[in-house]
């Protein structure tokens, strides 16, 4: 059974920094790709960031320049680096590992932005 555990959320000023990290766990493959999505409160969830077992990545427009995503795949896990964040960052953050065509989700972490 896949597991992932998020953490690292929390409450920063505008203009901060903070680091997410999710681990995987239980029948995860070498071949994957692991992703931040999320939502805000009346929002849609939404792709912040996403990496490939190989290191692609790719990123929403939104946060382009401000985030990095970055795996270490013995350890199984994705890490969000953000800076210079804004208020609109606002939102309950999740992990997802797509394997196979199937997707598995953390609970989700919350980051709030404000002064």
């Known amino acids: 059974q896949v597991q992932l555990v998020e953490s690292g959320g929390g409450l920063v000023q505008p203009g901060g920094s903070l680091r997410l990290s999710c681990a995987a766990s239980?029948?995860?493959?070498?071949?994957?790709?692991m992703s931040w999505y999320r939502q805000a409160p009346g929002k849609q969830r939404e792709l912040v960031a996403s990496i490939t077992n190989t290191g692609s990545t790719n990123y929403a427009d939104s946060v382009k320049g401000r985030f990095a995503i970055s795996r270490d795949n013995a350890k199984n896990t994705v890490y969000l680096q953000m800076k210079s964040l804004k208020p609109e960052d606002t939102a309950v953050y999740y992990c997802?590992?797509?394997?196979?065509?199937?997707?598995?989700w953390g609970q989700g972490t919350q980051v709030t932005i404000s002064s």
């Open positions: 239980g029948g995860v493959f070498s071949f994957n790709v």
């Open positions: 997802k590992l797509a394997i196979v065509g199937l997707d598995y």
